[in-house]
């Protein structure tokens, strides 16, 4: 992956000349973005000093499931975009302000005192109408009426595919900053929100612990991710939950060895509590999971999901840095002439990454913590016994 990484180094300083788009420079533009309107991927580069015209204005939006932090991303690119006196509004609603020309002008007093907020400014939403046919074109339509001359989208995957589905019609630049709780983002170690929400799910899951020890009961505890186990595995392994429940360590969901695992645990140490961690899983209820392990086990075990409470609250330090990081990082590759890309942080080093590729194939997860619950988890076959 870090091969894929444009580290930027070479590209760090800003240039803010005063040039106006020239024929070529759009013609030039178009022809980057040519291969993705015949359905091949968009090509993502940096476009030359002469190809990129000075930017004026920049639009910011949130979109898709929040994150603690996004706040503090907007404010990074607002002060960022100031230094460089660039006009900044916000879209409100994700892509939905844009159809809807609903804006609010941003300076650095707008986002003083934002950076402890948790949720959006901007507020956040899926945006029907940008996968609709005429969608994008629609967008970029507006974009350009507004002389918006770069976009900053801060968002998931899902918001990602909307940035590269307008850019085949619009002429300003892109720039994508990972924001979700899932960190399902390829092309960053981490996304903005997730540290947050790993501390908010632990501290339910230590509280769980305290009531579950007091009864020795048997908990299975959900917490969000869509389609990855990064925050299962993260919250499941910070709080020594006895199993963790997900894609990455599931494949095939084997509830007879869990079973089998709580008997060997009871055996060993007598009624004690034990906690199992579980991935959102589609189309598969905690509660149901929890029923199902009552009747293997002839032990009641109770199911508490803890749902949207972990996209809510102030954001940890870890995710305020990373944000401010990577919001004035994302700005100063725009004046570089980046385009298409995702402002990421791979090693503690801010880079670009295609914003096609972001979505493209599952994040793994960290292989040493892998193993590490593997380990945990496979000590003993299906029957209880070591192996
Ligand atoms: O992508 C962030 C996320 O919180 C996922 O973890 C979860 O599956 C989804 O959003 C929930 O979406 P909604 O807020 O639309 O219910």
Known sequence: MDTDIIQCAQHNEPKNDKQQPTEAAINSHDLDVMPHKQGLQPRTRYLSSEHHPRIHRLAVLTSGGDAPGMNAAIKAVVDAADLQHIDVIGFMHGF???????????????????????????????????????????????????SVDALVIIGGDGSFRGATALAPYYHGQIIGIPGTIDN???????????????????????KI?????????????????????????????????????????????????????????????????????????QGLSTTHLADELTKL????????VL???QRGGSPVF??????????????????????????????????????????????????????????????????????
């Open 297 to 304: 086990t002839h032990t009641d075990c109770r199911a508490c």
């Open 209 to 281: 612990r305290d009531t579950a020890d007091a009864f020795e009961r048997i908990f299975l505890v959900e917490v969000m991710g869509r389609h990855s186990g990064y925050l299962a595995m993260a919250a499941g392994i910070a709080s020594a939950a006895e199993q963790v429940i997900c894609p990455e360590l599931h494949p095939q969901l084997d509830l007879p060895a869990i079973a089998a695992d709580i008997r060997y645990a009871q055996q060993q140490n007598g009624k004690q509590s034990y906690i199992i961690v579980v991935a959102e899983q």
């Open 307 to 309: 749902g949207h409470l």
């Open 96 to 146: 939905n302000g844009i159809f809807d020309r609903d804006y609010v002008p941003l300076t650095p007093r707008d986002v003083k005192h934002i950076i402890h907020l948790g949720g959006t400014i901007l507020k956040s939403a899926r945006c029907k109408t940008m996968h609709e046919t005429q969608g994008p074109s629609m967008a970029a339509a507006i974009l350009h009426e507004l």
């Open 184 to 206: 399902d983002i390829d092309g960053s170690d981490y996304s903005i929100g997730f540290a947050t929400a790993v501390d908010t799910a632990l501290d339910a899951i230590d």
């Open 318 to 387: 870890s995710d305020r840095i990373l944000a401010t990081k990577l919001g004035h990082f994302a700005v100063q590759q725009l004046l570089t002439g980046a385009h298409l890309m995702m402002a990421g942080e791979i090693g503690g080093v801010a880079g670009l990454y295609p914003l096609h590729l972001t979505g493209e194939r599952h994040k793994s997860p960290d292989p040493a913590l892998l193993l590490w619950q593997q380990q945990q988890q496979k000590s003993r076959d299906s029957s209880g016994e070591d192996v």
